[in-house]
């Protein structure tokens, strides 16, 4: 009995280890993304999938 103790509490010790690297890991990621550099390129083209800002030039209400 005490040797089925012992394995469940090293199983669940290495899954809160796993469990805590991969938050670890969003959460690192998250940050990474929220601090990167906003450069637009060429083009005016979105690189975080929002619409670009419309210029009203090729609108066709303005004919």
């Not at 199983?11 to 890991?25: E, I, M, P, T």
């Not at 390129?41 to 009203?56: E, F």
Request: no cysteine.
């Amino acid at each position: 009995m005490k040797k089925l103790f012992a394995l469940a509490a090293v199983a669940g010790g290495v899954l809160f280890a796993v469990k805590r690297s991969k938050d670890a890991k969003a959460e690192a990621d998250l940050w990474r993304e929220a601090t990167a550099p906003t450069t637009q390129p060429l083009g005016g083209a979105s690189t975080n999938g929002s619409a670009p800002a419309h210029s009203g030039a090729s609108d066709s209400r303005n004919n």
